[in-house]
Nanobody, 125 residues
Framework: QVQLVESGGGSVEAGGSLRLSCAAS????????MGWFRQAPGKEREGVAS????????NYADSVKGRFTISEDNANSTVYLQMNSLKPDDTGVYYC??????????????????WGQGTQVTVSS
C-alpha cells in the first residue's frame, strides 16, 4: 500500500500562485508515476500533470501548460505542483495519485491505484 497526503491548498485571487505538496509513504517502490488531478463542482475529475519518478519526464494538460510545473523530491518522497497565473477555472479539489505504468505520456486515470484525500484550491476573480 501507498499512502499519499496532500497539502498547500487555499484561496487566492486570479493571477496568484500556490504550491501543492504530496508526501508519499509505504510501498512507494511499487510505483513509478505520480499525478495531480482536480475535480470542480459538478464536473468529472481530470488529469492536470504527471511525472515519471525515475527520469522526471512530465506531462501536462493543455489547460495548464506554461502555468503549472510538477516536480519531485525523491529523497523525501514528495511531489510538488507549482501553480502560477491561477484562473477561476482552476478552482477545485486537487488530488495526488500514484501509479505503476510503463507506457508513454500521461498515464490513464484508471492506472492510478493510490489516491490522497484531496486539497481545496479556490481562485477568485
Amino acid at each position: 500500500q501507498v499512502q499519499l497526503v496532500e497539502s498547500g491548498g487555499g484561496s487566492v485571487e486570479a493571477g496568484g500562485s500556490l504550491r501543492l505538496s504530496c508526501a508519499a509513504s509505504g510501498n512507494t517502490w511499487n510505483t513509478n508515476s505520480m499525478g495531480w488531478f482536480r475535480q470542480a463542482p459538478g464536473k468529472e475529475r481530470e488529469g492536470v500533470a504527471s511525472i515519471y519518478t525515475r527520469g522526471g519526464v512530465a506531462n501536462y494538460a493543455d489547460s495548464v501548460k506554461g502555468r503549472f510545473t510538477i516536480s519531485e523530491d525523491n529523497a523525501n518522497s514528495t511531489v510538488y505542483l507549482q501553480m502560477n497565473s491561477l484562473k477561476p477555472d482552476d478552482t477545485g479539489v486537487y488530488y495526488c495519485a500514484a501509479a505503476k505504468y510503463y507506457g508513454v505520456g500521461f498515464p490513464p486515470m484508471e492506472e492510478y491505484k493510490y489516491w490522497g484525500q484531496g486539497t481545496q484550491v479556490t481562485v477568485s476573480s
